[in-house]
């Protein structure tokens, strides 16, 4: 088996030797090319150069070079001069154009793949020499074979006896070679089927080492100070280490467990107590929610009392205020008040004989109209007396005389009705002049409108009086006479002062319900609202 190998380095070697000689000759080799060619030229050169280096190097060599890239494109024609590369003297290249002598102009191209090409063959120089010292090596032992073989006398016998020992030896040794080459691969799989990393049992025993020794780091990281083994220490002792320390991690592991079951039947029956405390603290909460919720309430109740406290204060600042506004006013009316009452003691007598010239008016007023109403019996006895003696007329005259008794009846009871108000308004007055006497008080502007309204009632009074007068004297067919003539001389200006009937009295609803409106609002019914609403 190696003497076949050796066999096949050597061709290996020769093939090399031949590439190398090859190469060698071609290195100086510098080809030229021609501008004016065309590139079809070169196509067919390219093609003629591949059938003939084919004779000349091995498949694999053919192979590389027929795979390789090309260096330029080999269909264009070639870039001017400044700039064009020159072109290597490969095997793949054209055919070399003229010699310097030519035409053209000549130009050498440095090739891009030589550095590649001295590459390998420093690497191919390289492997030369390991094989050529494998060889001498090789021929050494052959030598000292022969020279052992040569050392003793020439007997065929012997020397075929020595041979077959030879032979016999070569062949224990390639046996035991084999064995222990078989007992490597075994080990090797049997390391490798322990999971260290490594290509060959070489690594993956120095990988087993490094674990052994990263186990050991770890140990004493893990329990610092705790283990007596030194870090030299070898693989042996490291597992009988893990080994006690892993029977003592079972044996933790295993009170653990025992610890561990313990501790769950304590949880349980813990469980079982937390869920009644559970159940007592929703109970709880739910109580408290409550407590919460009525004190939420009675907090609402709190602020809402506390708004009405605070509404409360506002109304008292504001009564407050307005005593303090009322006194004011009060004193201010106390100083009109004693004004008014020296200004009305000084008018009270004069008041008083105009009421009286006003009772002897209103009498003498009443005594006409007793004398009207006698006049008017008189009158009506006339009239019935008339009325019979005009039934025997005719009774156009009948018709007139009864719608003249119709309106007569009609105008009498105005009259009555005129008589009913006159005493009516005399009544108000009466009531209104004492009304007057309780009013003293008032202001002197309510005063002098109180009395315009008098004077423009009693002047209405006797408008009406007049009229109802002149109605009546018109109707018994007296001359008519001029109340105001009869009576103008003998009453003063300020007894034609009539009061208008009610017109007092209105004044004070309307003065009533004008106070009544201009009420302040203190904000007590806002608080009376309060009240109601809690």
């Known amino acids: 088996m190696d003497t076949e190998r ?32 065309s590139s079809s030229d070169g196509l067919k050169d390219d093609l003629m150069d591949m059938t003939r280096d084919a004779d000349h190097f091995g498949e694999s060599t053919m192979l590389q070079l027929q795979t390789s890239t090309p260096a330029r494109a080999r ?74 073989l040569s050392n003793s006398p020439p007997d065929r016998s012997r020397a075929f006896s020595t041979l077959e020992a030879v032979e016999n030896q070569v062949h224990l040794l390639l046996q035991t070679m084999s064995e222990r080459a ?27 080492a490094a674990g052994f020794r990263a186990a050991r780091i770890e140990l004493e990281y893990l329990t610092p100070g705790e283990i007596s083994l030194p ?19 079972a044996k933790k592991s295993k009170e653990d467990d025992e610890s561990i079951s313990e501790y769950r039947e304590i949880e349980q029956s813990l469980r079982k107590q937390l869920d009644s405390r559970v159940s007592i603290m929703d109970e709880l909460n739910e109580k408290i929610t409550g407590v919460y919720r009525m004190l939420d309430e009675k907090d609402n109740r709190v602020r809402e009392l506390e708004v009405g406290n605070d509404r409360l204060k506002g109304a008292v600042d504001g ?8 006194e004011k006013l ?17 008018r009270r007598k004069s008041s008083d004989d105009l009421i009286l010239a006003k009772d002897t008016i209103i009498a003498e007023l009443e005594a006409k109209i007793e004398d009207a109403v006698i006049q008017t019996a008189d009158l009506l ?42 005493n009516d308004s005399l009544q108000l007055a009466q009531e209104t002049i004492q009304a007057l006497r309780i009013e003293n008080s008032e202001m002197k502007g309510q005063m002098e409108e109180e009395r315009r309204k008098a004077k423009y009632a009693m002047d209405s009074m006797k408008e009406e009086l007049r009229r ?8 018994l067919g007296e001359p008519s006479s001029d109340p105001s003539s009869r009576y103008g001389s003998n009453e003063p200006d300020t007894l034609r002062t009539v009061v208008r009937p009610g017109g007092f009295l209105e004044n004070l609803r309307q003065r009533g319900s004008r106070i009544l409106r201009r009420r302040y609002d203190s904000g007590l019914e806002h608080l009376n609202e309060d009240d109601v609403d809690i």
């Open 319 to 326: 009564y407050v205020r307005d005593i303090a506004d009322l």
């Open 468 to 475: 109802v007068l002149r109605l009546s004297q018109s109707f």
């Open 231 to 249: 870090l030299t220490s070898r693989g042996a002792q490291v597992l009988d280490f893990l080994l006690m320390r892993l029977r003592e991690l």
């Open 381 to 422: 006895k006339e009239m019935s007396a008339t009325e019979v003696s005009l039934t025997r007329q005719t009774a156009a005259m009948s018709r007139q005389h009864r719608t003249a008794l119709a309106l007569r009846d009609a105008r009498v009871s105005e009259l009555r009705g005129d008589i009913d108000r006159v």
């Open 182 to 208: 078989a007992a490597a691969s075994h080990l090797t799989s049997a390391i490798s089927e322990l999971g260290f990393p490594g290509d060959d049992a070489s690594e993956m025993v120095l990988s087993l």
């Open 6 to 37: 050796v066999w096949a380095l050597e061709r290996q070697v020769e093939e090399l030797k031949d590439e190398l000689s090859r190469n060698s000759v071609k290195e100086g080799v510098t080809q030229y090319y021609s501008w004016a060619k």
């Open 330 to 346: 009060v004193a201010r009316m106390e100083k009109e008040h004693r004004e008014f009452t020296n200004t009305h003691t000084s």
């Open 75 to 148: 269909s264009s024609f070639m870039t001017p001069p400044a700039t064009s590369p020159r072109m290597p003297a490969s095997p793949c290249s054209r055919a070399a154009a003229p010699t310097p002598t030519s035409r053209d102009t000549p130009l050498c191209y440095p090739d891009s793949d030589k550095q590649l090409l001295e590459e390998e063959i420093a690497s191919l120089h390289f492997e030369v020499h390991r094989l050529t010292a494998t060889l001498d090596s090789y021929h050494a032992l052959g030598a000292r074979i022969g020279d052992a």
